[in-house]
């Protein structure tokens, strides 16, 4: 009998490193991303959390604010300045009523510059606000008047050169000729048929913009009383000092005013460009409904953007230029931005720059999305 041969057990043939590593892979791609991941500098991976995370925010907010019902009933009104026709190179006059006529907004934010009004220090010209006024009365359109020392366009603090001076040698006396300048103007006026309400100092302490050298709250507080004084009947309204600010102090007015940009030429870091603010439309219903909340008043917009905002004068921009930061489809996207806010009382801002392009240009789709718009929310 012969004896069995021992079978020694087989060596398993040795598996090839790569082949090890290719076993040992997430099979799905969430689990080759972990790895990926988890392979990286942790410097590499605190920048990829923030940019995910940035990520996230701006989805989630472009989604909510696709979800807010604009309002139906938009009120619209426009700002218009004289002198900023007259830097255009058009006639205020004539561009003031093809508003009234052509575009027929029926609700006008106006302004009673003081360098404009008072060139010589006692002696009052305000024709060109009559000249406004009357014939907005005539219409049956309603104004609210822009009143103070600051007022809307560059350079915001408009003073005559007397009263510039006058600041620089006596500061009491200053305040004593702008303060008889306000009653003056509210005297004048608060009986017009056209007047609705003043709005009191464009955003009042808005140091970062304009040419000016006061900003205290202490004026501020003597104005609105002076003019709740001379008038207690029309309302006076201000406006918060950027797209951010909270009225924290006093005084506090009948109703605040925020403004709205959306696309505007940045100068104020070393590198200069066009930049989107990046503030959606949940911001400002929020702000809104805290200021509501905390100084039980409403807001409405007092500046809603609809013209360029280029690094140069716009009558030193080209069309192309303009175009950048402010056309049709953009002046309907601000439309649209401005009534998802909520508010109904929505003063556009642009007027004279729509005439100016449409007259000396020759270009006048701007002006007509904006009759468009008008047409499509008559009020």
């Known amino acids: ?47 990829l959390i923030i940019m995910a995370v940035v990520l996230f925010l701006t989805l989630l907010s472009s989604t909510i604010d696709a979800l807010w019902i604009p309002t139906k009933n938009p009120n619209y009104g426009v700002s218009f300045s004289p002198a900023y026709a007259e830097e255009l190179g058009v006639d205020w006059r004539a561009n003031y009523l093809a508003l009234l006529d052509g575009l027929q907004f029926k609700r006008y934010r106006l302004m009673s510059y ?19 006024l009357n014939e907005a009365a005539k219409r049956g359109y309603k104004v609210s008047l822009s009143i103070g020392l600051r007022q809307p366009r560059w350079p915001e603090c408009h003073q005559p050169g007397w009263a510039s001076e006058q600041y620089d040698k006596d500061q009491a006396a200053w305040k004593a000729s702008l303060y008889k300048y306000i009653e003056a103007t509210v005297s004048r006026y608060k009986n017009h048929p056209a007047i609705e309400s003043y709005q009191l100092e464009n955003e009042a302490v808005n140091s970062w913009f304009g040419v000016c050298k006061d900003h205290e709250r202490s004026r501020l507080r003597e104005e609105f009383d002076l003019v709740k004084k001379i008038d207690p009947v029309h309302p006076i309204y201000m406006s918060l000092s950027d797209q951010h600010g909270f009225p924290a102090g006093t005084p506090v007015p009948d109703k605040y005013g925020f403004s709205v940009y959306r696309i505007v030429w940045n100068d104020k870091t070393p590198l200069h460009f066009y930049v989107t603010y990046p503030t959606p439309v949940w911001y400002h219903r929020a702000r809104a409904a805290a200021i509501k909340l905390i100084k039980h008043r409403d807001v409405f917009i007092h500046e809603l953007q609809i013209e360029p905002w280029g690094p140069k004068p716009t009558k030193e921009l080209t069309i192309a230029e303009q175009d950048r930061s402010m056309n049709t489809k953009q002046i309907e996207e601000n439309f649209l931005f401005a009534r998802k806010i909520g508010k109904s009382d929505i003063y556009t801002w642009g007027a004279e720059w729509w005439y100016w392009r449409m007259t000396v240009l020759h270009d006048s789709k701007p002006w007509d999305r904006v009759k468009q718009e008008l047409e499509q929310f008559p009020n």
């Open 1 to 47: 009998m012969t004896a069995k041969k021992s079978v020694k057990p087989r060596k398993k043939a040795p598996v090839a490193k790569h082949a090890q590593l290719k076993s040992s892979k997430p099979k799905n791609i969430f689990g080759r991303a972990v790895a990926w991941f988890k392979g990286r500098h942790i410097w590499q991976r605190i920048v």
């Open 114 to 132: 003081w360098d404009r009004n008072e060139k010589v220090q006692g002696t009052y010209d305000f024709s060109e606000v009559d000249f406004q």
